[in-house]
Structures are given as structure tokens and as C-alpha cells.
């Protein structure tokens, strides 16, 4: 008996693949194998099915987002295997708290979630997008280990009992030479000096992937999107051109909620019955896009409502009137928003930030869409 179309779930690690085959007709994962971790092993193991389901069966792949990135799926695609990636948030788990978690047995629901569409996909960026994205990750990395420096400076600094007192702001041109004029005993003197090397190669290092990052979003692909969502308070060049190339085309979010529950910033709920009982917001999305989002809305719980810094009307030089307007309407909203659920409604700050980016988000899926009513 031939079956139209087999699915394929596949448990992907760096070293080995799991594979198994299911079928809506038999509604059942079978024929189990692990494989050593390259796509020739895939291509094998489908030629190999075909004696069990036929010369003219349909053979769908599937393998969660992880460690592979989008490797596995172009090289798959090239030999006209349909390939795709699930979003592991979005995908249907087993229930139950005592679990028995084995590559077979997530190939296993990887197959099911394919045959029964119990998944989102993940959207497979072009090449140009794909490094670019790249390249503003690996950015956002360095300023993560200049955090990391930062931290242990003040850490070794509060350990030996030397306090800045001249000023109140850290990491000034002030309290750097402060940093450099202290003395400490012995090999401490060499431990601060190694520490301030770093902290200086990272911080040139930093300027130089931003300035990169800047030319980047001047490419045609791009300056148009960006110019639009700098617009924005809160969002610059690094922050516009991250959102546009994390998420591609904004088009394929046929509303605002879809873009919000992309990102994970759409609330919860476990109501029952007559119960009903609220949730936090998901998370169950595109985590970084989430995080840039919340950052961003940090500059809403600051300045009057309505008032432009100069720095926001510069960014919003050379965009069409209704791209400004649109953003001032934003603009305006937001931080009345924040302000109405902090000061009247008494929510903590940080409820406010979620919700103000949530707000953001759709507004940001206007913007990218041209829905500007």
C-alpha cells in the first residue's frame, strides 16, 4: 500500500540524527533509526522508506530549531527534500510530570507534530538576511563580555576596599582615570591592568562592529525599513535593523496579535469552567526580538508625553509625513500608557515595560505594513 505523504521527524544533535517515519493513515511513528549526523545519512534513510511506502510517496522533514540553525534545511532543500523547522515553543508537548525523554521518542513527537500541524514554522531568513543577523548577534555578544568586564572591575575593586567617591556615575572618562591612577599591592596591580586592557579592546572592538553595523543599514535592502522604525523612541540604527532582519517579511502576519504572539508578548491564560486565571505573557516566540523590544520600551517610562528630543527629530528627518505621524501617535500613546498603569493603575514598572513593548510591537507591524489607521 503507497501512503501520499510520510512524515519525517528528525532529533538533530551535532554528532547523530534520530529518524522515524509517521503517517496519518497508520497514525503511528515506525521504523526508528539513528544515523550518524550529515544529510547524505537523511537522503539514505528516505530511498530506504521507499521500499516500505512506496516509489511514489511524499517524504516531509521536520527537525526542532537548535544547534544546526538553518544548515540541515538548505542542505535537504537543494536535493529537493521538503524540509521544515519547528518552533519548539509553539510545538505540542506530551503531558504528564513524569516524562521519558529519548532522541527516539522526540523524533517521535517531532513526526506527529508534522502529520498533525501541531507546530509554527520557522521562518528560514534569505542569505543576506541570515548573516546579517549573524553579524548584529555576534555584536550583541561583545557587549555582553563588556558587561561581564565591566561587572568584575567593580567586584575586584569593592574586594580590596577602593571606592569612587569623586563622582556618581561609573565607566565616565572620570572614574576611568581613577580606575588607572590606583595602585594596588603586587600582583593586584597586574590583575587591574589586565582587566582594564579588556575592558578597553572590547570597547574599541564595540565601535567598530556598530560603525559596521551602520553601513550595513544603509544597504538598499534596508534603509528604507530602518529609516521607518527609527522613527520610533527607543529604537536606532542597531535595534531597527535587527527587528528587520529577525523577522523578514512583516507581511506574513496577517494582524498586529499575530506579530505580538510571534514575539511572545501576549498574555496567558488557564481558565476552566468558571475559572479563569491569567498568565504572564508566553514567552513563546523569538526571545531576542522580545528582549530588544523591552529595552526599547525602557525609554518610554522617561520624559513628557508628546515632547521630541532632538535626537528623535534628527532620526525622523526624510521620512514621508504619515511615517511621522504615525510614530508621533505611537510615541505619544506608549508613554501615556506607561504612565497611566504606573501612576493611576499602581502596576509594578515592570508589568508596564511588557506591556508597552506588547502595544509597541503592533505598532512596529503597522509601521512595516503601511496599516496606518
Keep these: 500500500m503507497n501512503y501520499t505523504t510520510v512524515y519525517v521527524g528528525m532529533d538533530v544533535h551535532k554528532e547523530t540524527f534520530t529518524l522515524c517515519c509517521y503517517t496519518n493513515e497508520k497514525e503511528k511513528a515506525e521504523y526508528p533509526q539513528k544515523v550518524n549526523g550529515h544529510y547524505s545519512k537523511v537522503l539514505n534513510y528516505i530511498n530506504a522508506m521507499r521500499k516500505h511506502y512506496g516509489d511514489d510517496a511524499v517524504f516531509v522533514c521536520g527537525y526542532e530549531a537548535g544547534c544546526l540553525g538553518f544548515t540541515l534545511y538548505h542542505q535537504l532543500t537543494e536535493h529537493n527534500v521538503d524540509c521544515v523547522i519547528l518552533a519548539p515553543t509553539t510545538m505540542l508537548k506530551e503531558q504528564g510530570k513524569k516524562k521519558v525523554k529519548t532522541d527516539k521518542r522526540d523524533a517521535m513527537l517531532i513526526a506527529r507534530c508534522l502529520a498533525h500541524k501541531d507546530y509554527s514554522p520557522v521562518h528560514i531568513p534569505t542569505d543576506i538576511d541570515e548573516q546579517v543577523k549573524e553579524y548584529v548577534r555576534m555584536r550583541d555578544d561583545h557587549k555582553l563580555a563588556l558587561k561581564k568586564v565591566k561587572q568584575q572591575i567593580i ?93 523578514g517579511d512583516f507581511h506574513r502576519f496577517a494582524t498586529a496579535g499575530h506579530f505580538m504572539s510571534y514575539i511572545g508578548l501576549t498574555p496567558g491564560e488557564d481558565s476552566s469552567g468558571q475559572d479563569q486565571n491569567r498568565l504572564g505573557i508566553t514567552k513563546a516566540g523569538n526571545r531576542h526580538l522580545r528582549k530588544l523590544l523591552s529595552e526599547s520600551s525602557q525609554c518610554f517610562s522617561r520624559g513628557k508625553v508628546g515632547a521630541k528630543s532632538v535626537a528623535l527629530k534628527k532620526r525622523q528627518q526624510g521620512n514621508p509625513p504619515a511615517v511621522i505621524e504615525y510614530a508621533d501617535k505611537a510615541n505619544i500613546r506608549l508613554r501615556k500608557r506607561f504612565y497611566h498603569l504606573v501612576l493611576n493603575k499602581g502596576k509594578h514598572r515592570n508589568i508596564a515595560i511588557i506591556a508597552v513593548s506588547r502595544e509597541l510591537a503592533g505598532f512596529i507591524w503597522g509601521m512595516m505594513t503601511e496599516q496606518f489607521a
Design 155 to 247: 567586584a575586584f575593586c569593592l574586594r580590596h576596599d577602593y571606592r569612587y567617591t569623586e563622582g556618581k556615575s561609573n565607566w565616565t572618562e572620570k572614574h576611568l582615570q581613577w580606575l588607572r591612577s590606583l595602585e594596588p599591592d603586587g600582583v593586584y596591580a597586574e590583575i587591574l591592568e589586565e582587566y582594564l586592557l579588556t575592558y578597553e579592546y572590547l570597547t574599541s572592538k564595540l565601535e567598530m562592529l556598530e560603525s559596521r553595523i551602520k553601513e550595513l543599514a544603509e544597504l538598499d535592502e534596508y534603509k528604507a525599513s530602518v529609516q521607518k522604525l527609527r522613527c520610533f523612541i527607543g529604537i536606532d540604527t542597531i535595534t531597527a535593523l535587527s527587528l528587520v532582519v529577525e523577522v
